[in-house]
């Protein structure tokens, strides 16, 4: 009697135990933080674009660390780490290495623009993607250039040269599994800029940068204005300027984490959620309504402003409603018309000698 008596209690134990590990399992994962990495693009003896009073590795910088303390003081739950705080230079890889090792749940990299026009203005935010226009292009080849600062740069990117369109095909075959939740927070990004900041809305763009497409999440490069053009570099070397960038970028942030956080459950109850998927499936309704007379009226125009190479771009508008939270955004892509089917090969070479027939 005594023994079976011990055996019960026994395994009561052990259950209680095995319960209390799994409640205390579930609630890590659910307390788990928020990591956000904020990356001040370029530094050190890498100064980035330059304009007549100012260098564009200070302005990300300042933009950066404003952008931190905003979340840190008003988002208890979120994580922030900087892949710089001061001005060091920072390799690409060592950026992307710096967000996976902390398992970073989105990726927010600054930077300032630029352009051989001076009357070129406006803020863009790009994910990653296709180069759809040779300004695209042309972005992503001056950001992912900083890599021939490094020694070995050619054992490291893998031969890739930030200089030659050819290692540009690459991208083409590679598939983005953050794109949507990419794309969304850029169409926040770019809401709050125009809306709030009364900026130049140059649109969400898609390029091949190296740095996002080594960091594994969502993860957005922002150009927050021209430095080549004096009114821009004037208010982006302001303290008044520098905080307004920075306050935009946190209010995209903090739409962008309710969004994640409802579509996880935390902190919203049943009757909450279904408030909310009331008003998600009425506004999917308008816009498949406003998507279908866009499509039957669809026109493209000549958009001068994005032309600051002298080139003619032609713009498309698409919607993207049901990727930007409750709000219907717009993504401006500057494409080039092509009307023949292209062709895009890519060789490997090597110098290892492989046997006849392997």
């Known amino acids: 009697m005594n023994c079976k008596r011990i055996f019960v ?10 319960f209390c590990d799994l409640f205390a399992g579930a609630k890590t ?5 928020f990591v956000v990495v904020i990356d001040a693009g370029h530094g050190g003896h890498d100064p980035g674009a330059m304009g007549a009073k100012g260098q564009e590795k200070d302005i990300n910088l300042a933009i950066s660390l404003e952008l931190g303390k905003k979340i840190e003081a008003m988002c208890p739950d ?37 352009a051989k026009s001076a009357n070129a203005h406006g803020v863009e935010t790009f994910t990653l993607g296709l180069n759809k226009s040779q300004s695209n292009l042309d972005v992503a080849m001056r950001e992912n250039s900083v890599m021939l600062l490094e020694d070995d740069y050619k054992t490291k990117y ?17 598939q ?7 794309v969304q927070f850029a ?20 390029a091949a940068f190296w740095v996002l497409h080594k960091s594994a999440c969502p993860s957005v490069l922002i150009e927050v204005g021209f430095i080549t053009n004096a009114e821009e570099e004037k208010f982006l070397l302001s303290n008044n300027g520098r905080e307004t960038m920075a306050n935009c970028i946190f209010n995209a942030f903090v739409a962008y984490k309710r969004n994640v956080d409802r579509k996880s459950g935390k902190q919203f109850d049943e009757q909450e959620n279904k408030q909310e998927d009331k008003s998600a ?19 493209k125009q000549i958009d001068n402003q994005h032309g600051d190479n002298g080139t003619v771009n032609i713009s498309t508008t698409t919607d993207v409603g049901k990727n930007s939270g409750n709000d219907t955004t717009q993504i401006n892509k500057n494409e080039t018309i092509a009307a023949d089917v292209v062709y895009k090969v890519q060789f490997l070479s090597t110098t290892k000698v492989y046997r006849r027939g392997a």
Do not use: W
Not at 12 to 18: A, D, G, P, T, Y
Not at 176 to 182: A, F, I, T
């Open 9 to 18: 209690l026994s395994f009561l134990v052990l259950l209680s135990v095995l």
């Open 29 to 33: 994962t659910t307390d788990k933080p």
């Open 78 to 114: 979120v994580k922030v780490y900087y892949t710089r705080k001061t001005d060091v230079f920072v390799t690409l890889q060592g950026r992307a290495d710096f967000v996976n090792k902390h398992k970073a749940d989105l990726f927010i990299c600054v930077h300032t623009n630029s």
């Open 158 to 174: 893998q031969g890739f040269n930030p200089s030659s369109v050819e290692s540009y095909i690459m991208f083409e075959f590679m």
């Open 176 to 182: 983005d599994q953050y794109v949507d939740r990419s």
């Open 187 to 206: 169409s926040m990004v770019q809401k709050e800029f125009v809306g709030n900041a009364k900026r130049n809305d140059r649109g969400v763009r898609q």
């Open 281 to 299: 499936d009425k506004k999917n309704n308008e816009n498949e309504k406003e998507n279908s007379v866009v499509e039957a009226h669809k026109e």
